[in-house]
């Protein structure tokens, strides 16, 4: 059964820095993908960075290239988001989410939401201004 378990988040102060983690387990190949989605309120969930386990590619949404960086820990089945930079319009609920994907297929931009299986539980993110 994959699962996959969130940690990180909280409240910080424009300009900040937080690390979200995301523990993946119950895949047996490296045939999937991981992507990092939030929900603000009142507004719809969006994609915003993913990265694709056997081919390591990663993917942002324009409004966080440059202040967020994904990537991952093999030994430790874990995958990070580092958030820096924070804006008070990264305020929002984040997800982790995975995606089984077939051998022959190679990521060329981010993954759309509905090829997502699995989710985390979430994590609520905080900036103040």
């Known amino acids: 059964e994959v699962q996959l378990v969130q940690s990180g988040g909280g409240l910080v102060r424009a300009g900040g820095s937080l690390r979200l983690s995301c523990v993946v387990s119950g895949f047996i190949d490296d045939d999937y993908a991981i992507g990092w989605f939030r929900q603000a309120p009142g507004k719809e969930r969006e994609g915003i960075s993913c990265?694709?386990?056997?081919?390591?590619?990663?993917y942002y949404v324009d409004s966080v290239k440059g202040r967020f960086t994904l990537y991952s820990d093999n030994a430790k089945n874990t995958v990070y988001l580092q958030m820096d930079s924070l804006i008070p319009e990264d305020t929002a609920v984040y997800y982790c989410?995975?995606?089984?994907?077939?051998?022959?297929?190679?990521?060329?931009?981010?993954?759309?939401?509905?090829?997502?299986?699995?989710w985390g539980q979430g994590t609520q993110v905080t900036v103040s201004s």
């Open positions: 989410a995975a995606a089984y994907l077939s051998r022959s297929y190679v990521p060329t931009a981010l993954i759309p939401e509905d090829e997502y299986e699995y």
């Open positions: 990265i694709s386990r056997r081919h390591s590619r990663r």
